[in-house]
């Protein structure tokens, strides 16, 4: 039996460009709502052509409430809505998931990518793990590693598929769309990134194999923000230490309370933010 846990974001998906795409209730998130679930449903497809027998999806953009339940594959499952002790790639830490997908993720804050971001829209310009720029991919391949899950799939721009050869050199790669800016890219259509998507998920089901966890070990996360404030709130956290103006870090004995920590910390930061000021 083989199991894949999809995790599926928004800004990485066919058609979307800018903020009105991945906004909840505005007219084009509806409008490509059916794109992003296009996408997931071609991986879906693609990892059961392959010979996988499972396939579950974890909501992961936003609100967690963006795919269409009712246009998903009905041989897949999905995890939906927030709140989540993973968050992005919940379901990883039971044991049965034999490899994951991360479809519609693009490249982390500061880095060139449509966009790009890391958890917060904005107020994060920067995240290191160990020492590495680290998107959101990055961080959600450490902890999957934890529990022997390898990333055998990454759908995203051109540069997200260039960041992913970086912490996942095996997995298969599809660009739906090319970067040209932060808020602009050369898109394919959906029916082409669809048979993409399949094929490479075909190809991808093969790789769905766990291996060793990597147990766990001391991770060292680094944080910038646009604002210095934003470095002062953040320290709320036990843990986390302010090392300059705009930048704090701090150290987990594991990924897995490392993401959580991370997950407390841009809590925290969003809750700072002024409206006209940041």
Not at 91 to 97: A, K, L, M
Not at 176 to 188: E, G, P, T
Request: net charge negative; aromatic share 6%.
């Amino acid at each position: 039996m083989t199991k894949i846990l999809i995790s599926a974001d928004m800004e990485g998906a066919t058609g979307v460009t800018w903020p009105a795409d991945v906004l909840p209730g505005t007219p084009q998130w509806e409008r490509c709502r059916p794109m992003f679930t296009s996408d997931v449903n071609a991986a879906i497809a693609g990892f059961l052509d392959g010979g996988a027998d499972e396939v579950l999806v974890n909501e992961a953009h936003w609100t967690m409430r963006n795919l269409l339940l009712e246009k998903l594959d009905d041989r897949a499952q999905m995890l939906t809505g927030r709140h989540k002790s993973l968050s992005m790639v919940e379901g990883v830490q039971h044991g049965d998931v034999d490899g994951i997908a991360f479809v519609g993720y693009h490249t982390g804050a500061g880095a060139e990518g449509v966009l790009a971001h890391t958890y917060l829209a904005n107020s994060i310009t920067g995240v290191w793990l160990d020492g590495e720029r680290a998107s959101e991919g990055r961080l959600n391949a450490a902890v999957v590693a934890e529990y022997g899950v390898p990333v055998v799939l990454v759908t995203g721009d051109d540069r997200t598929c260039a960041d992913a050869r970086g912490y996942a050199p095996a997995a298969r790669g599809v660009a739906v769309k090319d970067y040209v800016s932060r808020y602009a890219a050369v898109c394919r259509t959906p029916a082409r990134t669809a048979a993409d998507i399949r094929a490479a998920a075909k190809e991808a089901a093969a790789l769905a194999v766990r291996h060793e966890p990597t147990g766990p070990r001391p991770r060292a996360i680094e944080i910038e923000f646009d604002a210095e404030h934003l470095a002062g709130a953040a320290t709320v956290v036990p843990g986390v230490e302010q090392t300059g103006e705009r930048r704090v870090a701090y150290t987990s004995p594991s990924m897995y309370e490392g993401i959580r920590t991370f997950k407390a910390v841009t809590t925290v930061v969003s809750a700072a933010v002024e409206e006209q000021y940041g």
